[in-house]
């Protein structure tokens, strides 16, 4: 079964913490999508990677393919980044993981 | 600017009438999908369309229909609202299914009493 398991679930950090969120895959992958969702409810597309490592301001994703396994990290988290984070693995997209930020 | 754009963002209605959600993309995508986000499970795949007039299930089509008769345009149906369709869509496009990055439109709260 094509599933996604994402790590932690829940996630309360201070603000400026680094934070790491893990993605890991039942099935083979080639590449993958990085989604955030705001309370608000729009989604919103990071990144999409199939290799290595991509870099947004303080957003960092990396991959790897063998190991079926993906890493979202915040560095100086800010409570705007208080939002759902989703790896899709093509269209599964399971529940993310919740992330908030206190000041 | 490109963007997915879904109508209407919210809408109550009754059970047994009928409705459809629109959805329309700018950016000439081939592949529109929708989806449906419950609370804890996250979003699932209703229908998706690999291109004008392809069309196919995704994990939970029941009760309802979509088309693609033109590229922009993907609406989704229900014929028959029942309350368990009480729910968040949302649409989405990309270049093509599989590994390309999706842009997804704001989302349509339905609510179906």
């Known amino acids: 079964k094509n599933e996604v398991e994402q790590s932690p679930q829940n996630l309360t950090a201070q603000e400026g913490e680094f934070i790491t969120i893990n993605c890991s895959y039942s099935v083979g992958i080639s590449a993958l999508h990085w989604l955030q969702q705001h309370p608000g409810g729009g989604i919103v597309s990071l990144f999409m990677?199939?290799?290595g490592k991509k870099k947004h301001g303080r957003l960092i994703a990396t991959i790897n393919i063998q190991e079926k396994h993906s890493s979202l990290h915040i560095t100086a988290s800010h409570p705007r980044d208080s939002a759902v984070y989703i790896c899709p693995n093509q269209f599964y997209f399971g529940t993310g993981t919740s992330l908030t930020v206190i000041p | 600017e490109a963007q997915v754009t879904q109508n209407p963002r919210y809408l109550i209605t009754v059970t047994g009438k009928k409705l459809t959600v629109t959805c329309s993309q700018n950016?000439?995508?081939?592949?529109m999908s929708w989806y449906r986000q419950d609370p804890g499970l996250g979003l699932r795949q209703i229908y998706y369309s690999m291109n004008v007039e392809v069309t196919d299930k995704g994990d939970v089509p029941e009760g309802y229909k979509v088309s693609r008769k033109e590229k922009r345009n993907f609406p989704l149906i229900l014929e028959s609202p029942s309350p368990n369709q009480t729910s968040l869509y949302f649409c989405?496009?990309?270049?093509?299914?599989?590994?390309?990055?999706?842009?997804f439109g704001d989302g349509t709260r339905l609510s179906i009493l």
């Open positions: 990677l199939s290799s």
């Open positions: 989405a496009s990309s270049w093509t299914g599989g590994n390309q990055p999706q842009h």
């Open positions: 950016m000439n995508h081939e592949y």
